[in-house]
């Protein structure tokens, strides 16, 4: 087992590019509407590439025992809910409402999005999950005009936001377009493929 840093990983992720390996493709999630998406919060055993493996706080989709860093792509679609119920498995001391910057409570954990037009209690930052088995649900409700794009979602509990995001706990979030989205007629015509 090696033990490394996440820039360690970065390292080598881009050496193995270089290389010529294929880097592997994230698994994708669809939370469509009412969908629920079970996140667990544990220690694991992550893997790069089938190259090396490290002991990390990861987070666990769907049931599964493979960590995944960084997390899955969660695809969520304009005017539909979708619910992330994270549990945080990690072993240690809960820390209460402890509201404070500087290094604390390693083990509690808060979800924040970056990119969603949703409602303030709906990204609560606010939450603490705590450990040993604390569960919350997230509930998303996207609006219908809610815009398509890439975003992404990472632990956030002020004083421990720096070491979960660089153990992996951060993903992709996909919003897809709203099905009655059609492209403009200047871009329609851009990316026809008769122009070029």
Request: with cysteine.
């Amino acid at each position: 087992m090696v033990s490394i840093t996440r820039w360690s990983a970065s390292l080598l992720l881009a050496v193995t590019a270089a290389n010529g390996a294929a880097l592997r493709e994230l698994p994708v999630i669809d939370c469509t509407d009412g969908g629920v998406i079970d996140i667990e919060i544990k220690a694991g055993t992550a893997s790069v590439e089938n190259v090396l493996e490290f002991d990390t706080r990861a987070y666990h989709f769907q049931g599964s025992d493979t960590a995944s860093v960084p997390g899955n792509t969660i695809k969520m679609h304009p005017g539909q809910e979708c619910t992330l119920r994270v549990t945080n498995n990690l072993v240690g001391t809960a820390c209460g409402d402890t509201h404070s910057n500087d290094y604390h409570c390693p083990d509690t954990h808060t979800l924040h999005t970056h990119g969603l037009h949703v409602s303030p209690s709906e990204d609560n930052i606010d939450t603490h999950i705590e450990p040993n088995g604390g569960t919350h649900d997230y509930v998303y409700h996207l609006p219908e005009e809610h815009l398509m794009g890439t975003h992404w979602y990472h632990a956030h509990h002020h004083g421990s936001t720096a070491m979960q995001v660089g153990s992996g706990m951060a993903g992709v979030l996909l919003v897809e377009p709203h099905e009655s989205y059609s492209l403009p007629a200047d871009l329609e015509e851009l990316y026809n493929d008769e122009v070029y």
